[in-house]
């Protein structure tokens, strides 16, 4: 019963915290009226890849927490956690696109230490946050260009 209410909890927050900060910071006539690269998705895109990416990370997160909670491995899956959340306020409701790249940028960092920390005894951990790494240095190349671009 403590895995299932653990695992439930990690899907919660995890999945929950998305969807609540997608919502709560949604993008609006500013982001609209910005000059965006060529590159730049349509928005319905976002909300699936991220909710997606959001179970992988609540299952790595629940996997490693049952494993070691008190882990460098541990600390860094929530320091990604928390820069991920971060981001969407700094960009959507301050609109400080050059200070959410550098959140993007540290969230990038933080997701490849996780990895590497994680790439011999978690290989599946690994491997479900390529995706989330990959996504994440898709969207530190749009935030840039998109602050370049205004």
Do not use: C
């Not at 000059?35 to 990416?53: C, G, M």
């Not at 299952?59 to 494993?67: K, P, S, T, Y």
């Not at 609109?95 to 996780?114: C, E, N, Q, R, T």
């Amino acid at each position: 019963m403590t895995k299932l209410l653990i695992r439930l909890g990690f899907l919660v927050l995890v999945l929950g915290g998305g969807i609540l900060i997608g919502a709560l910071t949604a993008p609006g006539a500013w982001y609209a009226n910005l000059s965006k690269p060529v590159f730049n998705p349509p928005n319905w895109i976002f909300a699936p890849v991220w909710s997606l990416l959001y179970v992988l990370i609540a299952w790595v997160g629940w996997r490693q927490f049952e494993a070691d909670k008190s882990s460098v491995k541990m600390k860094l899956w929530w320091a990604q956690m928390g820069l991920n959340f971060l981001w969407s306020p700094v960009f959507f409701v301050l609109h400080l696109p050059w200070f959410a790249f550098v959140v993007i940028l540290s969230l990038l960092i933080v997701i490849g230490a996780f990895i590497q920390q994680v790439r011999r005894s978690a290989p599946i951990a690994m491997l479900a946050f390529l995706p989330y790494l990959a996504w994440v240095a898709f969207a530190s190349a749009l935030n840039l260009l998109i602050a370049i671009l205004n």
